[in-house]
Each structure stands twice: as structure tokens, then as C-alpha cells.
């Protein structure tokens, strides 16, 4: 199914969803709110999107990008789920309750991020050591241990 | 000349095979001619650990092959990146050898960090901060000769060693260990 057949299928089945559809660097991309992001994933999980692929998120200075991407095995389709999160309010809607492989993922994402997952079953640090202090991945992420690399390097 | 061979050359000029030695020097050379290894093998350098156990290289000619438990071994050989989460295992493994042990560092993460040193947050910048490390081994991954050449290195400190308790070469490890917290974040 290409991206075309993808967005009409999408707009017949969910009409409220299809202004948020978009295409971005040749993948089908669906941005949404952070608090509409469960009840999106929800309607596209009963669209056919069966496989979570991965999990990831983006620190973008003033917010959190959230990236999802989800496959269709049975429509040969992928389509990206995305949001932005608030740095002030790291908080969203876990997705392990329709896709239980985001569970460790979403955990390296809050090792990492420090964004936290509403409905997670056992939201904790998954790589780093449980006592670590500060999420690495943050930009803003100070450790004195880190040795800058130098310009001329 | 090691002293395995001037053991052996004299065995071959005594008429009834029998050489006078001193203590230290034959517990040095049963010392260095069975260090059996602790493969603490993390990342890549492992690779060429593996390879250096296998016929091709057949380190077991040497005395020198890896052993699955702590407790059997000599030498730590620390083949890999050492992050922050690992430091306390490897610490921990390294108490469960009984004395007396070396530390091998092969590869440049073990000396340094490696390619990790800059703007890393989670890799130990080199082993020494919490291992007394016997021998290093630069490479990215050094190749099994090299390990082989750390091999004999670590074989002639060996034989500067006593087994007398008054004379033994001591390792000051003034660095901080996990437990006095340096395996925490800041």
C-alpha cells in the first residue's frame, strides 16, 4: 500500500485523524497532541497497524519530539507517530497496553530523557545504573566526569 | 632470556637433570608458565580473544587459556569497554581470584576510554581507575600477537616476583573503588 492509498484509507475509516497526516522525507507521518496520543495510537493499532517497530524520542531545545513507528503487516504499510512533549511536563501515555514491545523501550526512553509514561507497568531505568542522577541523552545534560571534545580535534 | 628457557638450557647441560635454583625462581616460572585467564571480554577486543584461544594462535600453548570461574585463574585478561554499570562486576570478579593475580588491559578503551574518552558519559576512561593493571595493550583491537607479546611482558614481571612476604611487589591501588562511590552519577 503506498502512501496515497495509506492517507485515504485513513481519512474513510478515521475523517478526524486525516488533517493530521503528513509525509516527511517519503514516510507517512501522523502528529497528533500529547494527550490525543493514546486514543490515535488506539485507532491506528484497530486500523491494522499490528507491529510496533520502535520507540525513540528527540530533544529539540524547547521540547520533546516523540517518535513512534508502527507496521501493517497486513497492508504492507508504515506509518510514524509523532508529538511533541513539553519539557516542563515530560509526561505521556504509555503504549504498552496495546503493544507490549514498547515496554523496554519506553524504559530507555525515560533512562534517557527522563520523560515518563503514564500506565507503564514497571517504568524504570533499563541501561544505566538505577542510581544514576540526570537523564544523559537531554541536552542540557551537565556531568562533571564528561570530557568536551576539543575544536581541533 | 625468560627464564622458562634458562631453566630448559640447563636442563640440558646437567648430566642428571638436576639444576640448583632458587625458591622464587621456580615458583616464577610455574607462575608464568601457567597463567590460566580470566576472559573479562566486554566488546571487540574480544574478539581477538577468542581467536587468540582457538588453533590458529592456541594460546594453551603458552600455559594460558580461559577458565569460566574467577577462582580457577591468574590474569584478568579486560578485553573491551568498561562502563560505569560494569565497573562494580569487574571489580567484584577481580577480588574472586585468588592471589596471586595480574590484570592484562587489552585495547585502548582499557587504557584510556579509547574512542569513548571525549564527550562520553557512561564509559570508565580507563581501567586503572579502579583495576592495578599489570600490563597494557594498545590496538583498536590490538591483534592476538599482541596479546601474545602482553603475554611474555607480563611474564617477565612475573619473574621479578618473590614469594616471600617481606619481599613481595606491592600494588598500591590509591585510585577510588565502586564502593567509595565513583560508580555513581554526579
Known sequence: MNLDDLRDHLCSVYPDLCPLFS???????LTVGPDALFSAANDLKNLGFDRLLMLTAVDRGEHFEYHCRLLSRAMSAAITLKTEIPRDRPSVASLVPLWPAADWQEREVFDLFGIRFAGHPDLRRILLPDEWEGYPLR?????PRVIRRPDYI | MAIVDRIGAALDRSPGGVILTGVDALADWARGKSLWSMPMGTACCAMELIAASFNKFDFDRHGTFPRPDPRHTDVMIVAGTITYKMM?????LYEQMPDPKWVIGMGNCTVSGGIFYYDTYSV????????????????CPPRPESLQDGILRLRELIEQE?????????RPLTLPSPEDGCGEGE
Open chain 1, 139 to 143: 541536552k542540557d545534560y551537565a556531568d
Open chain 2, 124 to 139: 570508565v576512561r580507563g581501567i586503572e581507575e579502579f583495576l592495578p593493571v599489570d600490563v597494557f595493550i594498545a590496538g
Open chain 2, 162 to 170: 618473590s614469594i616471600a612476604p617481606g619481599k613481595r611487589r606491592e
Open chain 1, 23 to 29: 509525509v516527511e522525507f517519503g514516510d507517512g507521518v
Open chain 2, 88 to 92: 562494580p562486576a569487574v571489580k567484584r
